[in-house]
């Protein structure tokens, strides 16, 4: 990961093909996608504070501003899943916004912002992303404290569990570090409580259900190609998700008592 960071070819600005080097990689159109944020934001920020390097803290810290740039929608203030290099478009082309993509922005903003130095002259606008965007998904949240795979409450689509734990770990996480004010708890342990009491209990193990499978958006029919992509369960990044906010819930308590 470290050398591809450092070293592989920029495809734009100083950002990284998100696919990499992989035969899927070498297929789909070269892009940045709104999970680049997580993939490539968050450990260059902490390896790079961890080691002393200030060009890897730096890569980190402008990685928000820079995505958002490309990926985030100027009114609506949702991202968009990819952005194709060659095209100059992001994709897909019309307003439709993946839930897991901004779940993982809202997850990695946080994580950056505690590697980042409050001086850093990105921090402020990494804190105005993370509002932004918070506030939009705020208005989508859904009465049982789920978000859907599709964030368009015009659409029929499917509630998504990654996003939703995704969401609530961000914001746990950001009430606690004070990046974001106390008005984001009570939506946060909506949906933690919510994807956890969708965990059911089959053959002896633990199953974190309604996971939306892996998600290459296609290229013709996108808002169709999300709704069928198919829900499984224990999906690893869902699972992670859920341990994110399970950490965060621990914390909050903790500091609160």
Request: aromatic share 14%; with cysteine; glycine share 8%.
């Amino acid at each position: 990961m470290l050398n591809y960071i450092k070293h592989e070819p920029r495809v734009l600005g100083d950002a990284v093909n998100h696919l990499g080097n992989s035969p899927v990689g070498k297929l789909y159109p070269k892009s940045i996608w709104v999970d680049s944020l997580m993939m490539f934001g968050v450990f260059p920020a902490r390896y790079g504070t961890e080691q002393n390097d200030e060009n890897l803290v730096n890569f980190a810290a402008k990685k928000p501003r820079f995505y958002a740039g490309y990926m985030q929608d100027a009114k609506k203030k949702l991202w968009y899943h990819s952005y194709w290099v060659k095209k100059a478009k992001h994709y897909p082309e019309k307003e439709i916004f993946w839930g897991r993509g901004n779940g993982w922005v809202v997850a990695s903003l946080p994580m950056i912002l505690e590697y980042i130095p409050k001086h850093h002259p990105e921090y402020s606008d990494i804190i105005r992303t993370l509002e932004t965007t918070s506030k939009a998904l705020r208005l989508l949240q859904r009465d049982d404290g789920y978000w859907d795979t599709i964030l368009d409450t015009t659409v029929k689509n499917y509630r998504e569990s990654s996003v939703t734990a995704l969401i609530a770990s961000g914001w746990l996480r950001a009430i606690r570090k004070g990046y974001l004010c106390e008005e984001y708890l009570e939506p946060a342990l909506k949906a933690f409580y919510a994807v956890v009491d969708n965990l059911e209990e089959k053959n002896g193990r633990i199953c974190l259900t309604e996971i939306s499978g892996p998600t290459i958006p296609l290229q013709v029919f996108p808002l169709l190609g999300y709704k069928l992509v198919p829900k499984g369960e224990n999906w690893s990044y869902g699972i992670a998700a859920l341990i994110f906010a399970a950490i965060e819930y621990r914390k909050i308590n903790e500091k609160g008592s």
